[in-house]
């Protein structure tokens, strides 16, 4: 088969890592693409949110398979145009893709179908939102509405706090159009969960557990970004509390997206927050969560493209999922000043050396050989073993073996809850 994946960051590196193992896969490319990526597959210089163009390479070129891996594209309606020109692709079409571009959708959908989550309010007016708040409790959670790249969340601990997130968003327009209506809901408490399903728009299969760290500094402090690490399993949940997860969260959402008539096929990522009342949605990505993905599929024991088929087939309902017994861990290593101001282009060592497998997400391949910064979150290092303490430290391990200038990682992902 002849497959082009759609993207540039780690979660692209190792989607094109696993396809490149499957048997059935006979040529792979990528579109951009990074420095990473460029040795498992062809990359072509494409954005990622260049649809027409994809379609007409894809067309052209006569592609088997087109896998669709970001948000933005899967928003824009990347899928829908392939499956129109009769080109077979892998991700939910736009209609589906909502429930990560637009939060207030979500959380109506979730209202509707009394979905566990946040109380929450809607709001396109500053005033109206600063009313809002002098009822509610602190800490209070205000999100951003569209794809804001993992960065649209402010978690406020004061009235102050939550009054200037409010204005950056709706005012300043901190996000852009992405802010333009907003989300304010009750901080949940309790651990963190992220939990990825395939679906294939009638039956979802959950993938096992992970748990990412958001904060950009060690203790779970500084922003948001789009993560520093993550680990699997995220919870050590039982048989039954997968059970109610699946029957409470995982599959009353693709239900609800089918009546809708907005089946998703690809994969769905629940954040999920384990508190006293139960388990609880915070947010929905229409994709794989970077990098949590990372994490998970160097343990999946399936060759890739039978799942992919069975996902766009619809036929998961027979499919079985089969993991390594290992736990996982990936250290996420990014450029100093990430995620607000950060440099570029400076060169990295030890990839090769340093005995672990490394995604590389922002980096570049320049025209002498050599592997540079390119972006905020540079590469990540992962590591599996039969504890997670020894996957922890094997990916340290990694770790301390690359470096390149103002790099930046956290010393405690998964020693603290994240």
């Known amino acids: 088969m002849k497959v082009l994946v759609v993207g540039s960051g780690g979660r692209e590196h190792v989607i094109c890592w696993k396809l490149k193992q499957s048997k059935r896969v006979s040529e792979l490319y990528c579109c951009p693409g990074n420095g990473g990526i460029a040795s498992v597959a062809t990359c072509v210089d494409i954005k990622a949110t260049d649809v027409d163009k994809i379609v007409e390479y894809a067309s052209s070129n006569n592609f088997d398979l087109v896998f669709v891996a970001p948000e933005d594209p899967l928003a824009l309606g990347l899928v829908d145009k392939l499956n129109e020109n009769g080109i077979r692709a892998f991700g939910p079409k736009a209609n589906a893709a909502i429930i990560e571009a637009s939060k207030v959708f979500s959380k109506n959908l979730m209202a509707k179908y009394h979905i566990p989550t946040a109380e929450y309010a809607l709001f396109d007016n500053k005033e109206k939102a600063y009313d809002y708040l002098e009822g509610c409790e602190m800490p209070i959670v205000i999100k951003a509405d569209g794809l804001a790249l993992g960065k649209g969340v402010i978690i406020a601990k004061d009235i102050d706090e939550a009054k200037a997130a409010v204005s950056s968003m709706l005012e300043d327009k901190a996000f852009g159009d992405a802010g333009s209506n907003i989300v304010i809901e009750e901080c949940m408490v309790g651990p963190e969960l992220t939990i990825l399903a395939f679906s294939d728009g009638e039956y979802a299969i959950p993938m096992i557990s992970s748990r990412d760290h958001k904060r950009a500094y060690d203790h779970d402090e500084g922003l948001?970004?789009?993560?520093m690490g993550a680990v699997t399993p995220g919870a050590d949940l039982s048989d039954d509390d997968v059970k109610v997860i699946s029957d409470t969260i995982i599959q009353p959402t693709i239900e609800a997206l089918k009546s809708e008539g907005r089946p998703f096929k690809g994969v769905i990522y629940f954040g999920l927050m384990l508190t006293k009342k139960g388990p609880k949605v915070i947010e929905y990505n229409c994709r794989f969560g970077d990098p949590e993905v990372q994490a998970i599929l160097p343990l999946l024991e399936n060759d890739f493209m039978d799942v992919i088929d069975a996902v766009i087939d619809g036929k998961l309902s027979t499919y079985k999922l089969s993991w390594k017994n290992k736990k996982s861990c990936v250290v996420v290593m990014a450029s100093g000043g990430y995620p607000v101001k950060y440099e570029k282009g400076y060169e990295i060592s030890g990839i090769d050396t340093c005995g672990k497998l490394v995604f590389q997400a922002g980096t570049k391949l320049t025209d002498d050989g050599k592997i540079v910064t390119n972006g905020g979150r540079v590469?990540?290092?992962?590591?599996?073993?039969?504890?997670?303490?020894?996957?922890?430290?094997?990916?340290?391990?990694?770790?301390?073996?690359?470096?390149?200038?103002?790099?930046?990682?956290?010393?405690?992902?998964?020693r603290t809850l994240g």
Not at 224 to 227: A, E, M, P, W, Y
Not at 401 to 413: E, G
């Open 224 to 227: 948001n970004t789009g993560g």
């Open 379 to 414: 590469l990540c290092v992962y590591d599996e073993a039969d504890s997670l303490d020894n996957a922890i430290d094997g990916a340290y391990e990694g770790v301390k073996k690359i470096s390149f200038k103002d790099m930046h990682y956290r010393t405690d992902i998964g």
